[in-house]
């Protein structure tokens, strides 16, 4: 199964799978890095948009990270980085 028909199934299922909040855990884990690296991001700039509910409650939504993850993509080595 690739990972577009698992999503479908997931669509299917959960229609509002990309835009439901989801904490910080999750979210590391659903782009494959540290909670270290989004809090670090949150501090820095440059990550994920993310919803501050309140000072110490952050969420993300899955389609925020996709949208991010697909803002750093490259054809090769030798195009610059999209510094977000």
């Known amino acids: 199964m690739t990972s577009f028909q698992h999503i479908s ?4 299922r959960n229609p509002d799978y990309l835009d439901r909040m989801i904490n910080e855990r999750i979210a590391a884990e659903f782009i494959g890095y540290t909670t270290r690296a ?6 820095r700039g440059g990550g994920p948009k993310f919803v501050k509910v309140s000072g110490r409650s952050i969420r993300y939504r899955r389609r925020d990270l996709i949208q991010w993850a697909e803002s750093l993509l490259v054809a090769s080595t030798s195009e610059p980085a999209n510094d977000n």
């Open 38 to 43: 989004l809090q670090n991001w949150r501090l």
């Open 9 to 12: 199934e997931i669509l299917a």
